[in-house]
């Protein structure tokens, strides 16, 4: 079966505290809406992504039999102390409905009011045991505090203890000066963020610390494969590279997933020979964009490699078994 580890709930109401709360504005753009702010798009939607019934349409013309959704950037972190609770038990809440309904197209992974600690671990407990949720969405900084903050400490030991994965899906990054024109927060800033966060959490040891420790690098870990090779220079030549961990960078990076979002043919081709089909996750970044697994198919795997790619591995990490979730292809057959 075809699991989509990275798809996205788009919900109206969470749009519009979203728009509210940044002061966004809307801007018509062909039959997207894009809320804008200061130059750039902070997030955008077409009235069809509201709509549970069509994206079911749309996995079934795709051969998708499950989908992953998580909140997109900016998650639920805007907001502060209770009020960032009040919106992540909301969007859990909403995301473990649509779950509900169609328990063999969908699972959750849930939104963490990072700002309380405390709130974060109640919230992970409740979402985990009570609602569903098989995993956990994080950003790639928490309102601009870095994954690596010692306050986020507390939140890796309960994702280690319980052995929860959580998605790393990019933020905007904390200081976006000189990318103020041709979204550059989007399309720069984005990848420089994921790897910014997974070297961060090589280097200061989070990993090292917490070896049953999951995460998932969204965008197929941004620029992270390219720089194996410099992180570990770094580790041999500068003390402050090698202060928290005992082994090169690049042994802990290929602990992380990548999923195949960077779409790339070229960059999927280098994650295989890098990391492995074993590290590798289908992801298409629906609603966002419209990909079906040709991305995967056209890499010309080996037909184990490929369906360990397509769905295997998601299903071993977020423990999906076949009798939970079904194929639907055969819906689109003639």
Known sequence: MRIDVHAHIVDRDYLDRLSR????????????????????????????????????????????????LSLSTPNVYPWSGTAEADIARIINDRTADICRAYPERFRGLASLPLGNTGAALAEMKRACDGLGMVGIAIG????????????????WAELNRRRIPAFIHPMFPA?????????????????????????????????????????VLAHTGGALLTLFERLDNGYHLFPDCRAHISQPPSRFARRFFYDTTSFSTETLTMAHRMVGADRLLFGTDAPFIGAGADHVLRLGLSQADTASILGGNAGKLFRLTSGEATSHREEILP
């Not at 990848?191 to 090292?208: H, K, N, Q, W």
């Open 21 to 68: 709360k940044l002061g966004l504005s809307p801007e018509r753009d062909g039959d997207k809406t894009l809320l804008r702010l200061g130059g750039h798009t902070v997030a955008w939607f077409r009235e069809p992504m509201f709509d549970t019934v069509a994206a079911l349409h749309d996995m079934d013309a795709l051969s998708i039999d499950m989908r992953l």
């Open 175 to 215: 200081n976006t000066s000189g990318m103020d024109e041709f979204e550059l927060p989007l399309r720069l800033g984005f990848p420089f963020d994921t790897t910014m966060a997974a070297t961060r959490l090589i280097y200061s040891g989070v990993l090292e610390r917490h070896p049953h420790l999951t995460f």
């Open 140 to 155: 790639s900084n928490i309102a601009g505090r870095p994954l690596n903050d010692p306050g986020f400490e507390p939140i």
